[in-house]
């Protein structure tokens, strides 16, 4: 009795090359979706700002006030409480004039148990006078459940400068290093799937930030420079592989030679993805308010730069290498 050889083969196979117009016209509709996203974002009169951008960035103090009720809360409306902190009068801190609430933002989140205040840079004796003149309204605070934030402007616009400082860094050493282990059509691929990811994301944040008041703030930053080493890494191993069947196939021709090499790590880029996106699954469950949108950006950046590092690195490498 003999036994028929066996082969190993990949558990998904997929010809990206054969089907790269759909992939790119996938990847168009995402990235103008995006674009329009912060051009909406833009023009918003609330936000005039590509992402809303959060108290790290902007400056000013923020309230959180967990509200005590048993067994539900009195109803509370975000349109009242903004109305009675614009007619209110704040105390002069020092030489300082007081800052007008003209421009407060109110959120009434879980059912009226959390209300979230977003206002100008205000001193401590300022603050306890808005938390005051609210205890009509809003009732008892469960103990503990007060949280008073205060950035000031000038730290803001470092933190929004040192930010942005970082993104262009990283992706200038990355441009240099691929360009020092590949040539320089690598490190303009890997450099499209860097900014092709990254855009994607900030374009979901825009959208979320335009329909669902979403703020960005310096975990976003540390989320998007995440997302780029990951993007970076996955295209890499695509390269290698790239590289490998390059000299493996002489006879096929690149297309050919790049199918091969996403067929042979496809199943690897998969289980990795997954097993990064599990502790990020948990995060978005049992993280907390914090790291929620953390978390959110961090598991989409994370299947997008997957997506690219399969449909568009591979199928933009045979174009550009003929031209």
Known sequence: MSLAPT?????????????RRQLWLLS???????????????????IRAPLRPGLDFTGGTQIQIER????ACAP????????????????????????????VTVQVLDGGRS?????????????????????????????GGLSVDTIGPTLGSQL????????IVSFVGISIYISFRYDRVYALLALVCLGHDVLITCG?????????????????AVALLTIAGYSVNDTVVIFDRIREKRA????????????????????????????????????????????????????????????????????????LSRR
């Open 248 to 319: 493996q196939l002489k006879d096929l021709p690149l297309a050919d030679q790049a199918d091969e090499a996403v067929v042979s790590t496809l199943t690897r880029s998969v289980y990795t993805s997954l097993t990064t996106l599990l502790p990020l699954i948990a995060l978005i469950f049992f993280g907390g308010s914090t790291l929620f949108w953390f978390s959110i950006a961090l598991s989409f950046g994370i299947l997008v730069g997957a997506y690219s590092s399969i449909g568009v690195a591979p199928t933009l490498l045979p174009v």
């Open 68 to 71: 005590s009720c048993d067994p």
């Open 160 to 167: 929004l400068r040192a930010s942005l400082v970082s993104l």
């Open 76 to 103: 509370l409306a975000a349109d009242s409480v903004q109305a009675s902190l614009v007619a209110l009068k704040l105390p002069v801190d020092g030489s300082d004039p007081a800052p007008p609430l003209n421009g």
């Open 115 to 143: 209300l979230v205040l977003r206002l100008p840079s205000l001193s401590p004796a300022q603050s306890e006078t808005v938390l005051n003149s609210l205890k009509g309204q809003i009732g008892d605070t469960v103990p």
């Open 28 to 46: 168009t509709v995402a990235l103008l979706l995006s674009l329009l996203g912060m051009a909406v974002s833009w023009l918003s009169p609330s």
């Open 204 to 220: 979901l944040f825009a959208w979320l930030g335009v329909l669902a008041g979403v703020e960005v703030n310096s975990l976003f």
């Open 7 to 19: 082969t190993n083969r990949p558990m998904f196979s997929f010809r990206v090359n054969r089907n």
